[in-house]
């Protein structure tokens, strides 16, 4: 089974930009990976996800900041956050999912400052 582990933690101001990273221990090539995020108190939230043929789709609230990648050659997923706000401030989960099989990273924070 597949393992995910997400890097690119940061503490960031109004209006900067983060990229996390999330690193697969094998290959994702079948996988639609996908960026949840949690805030405290709320619920988790998908935030991006990519198809293993690379078809995109974003939360509204994210469209046209952020921008999901993978590079199936390096076993990796990414999320490019740009134009970042103090309510995108968060744990992101990277996901994996190939028919039922759901796999989840342990998270990384988020925190965007005003």
């Known amino acids: 089974q597949v393992q995910l582990v997400e890097s690119g933690e940061g503490l960031v101001q109004a209006g900067g930009s983060l990229r996390l990273s999330c690193a697969a221990s094998r290959s994702i090539f079948d996988y639609a990976m996908g960026w949840y995020r949690q805030a405290p108190g709320k619920e988790r939230e998908l935030v991006a996800r990519i198809t293993s043929n690379s078809m995109t789709n974003y939360a509204d609230s994210v469209k046209g900041r952020f921008t999901i990648s993978r590079d199936n050659a390096k076993n990796m997923a990414y999320l490019q956050m740009n134009s970042l706000k103090p309510e995108d401030t968060a744990v992101y989960y990277c996901?994996?999912?190939?028919?039922?099989?759901?796999?989840w990273g342990q998270g990384t924070l988020v925190t965007v400052s005003s």
């Open positions: 996901n994996a999912r190939w028919i039922a099989l759901e796999v």
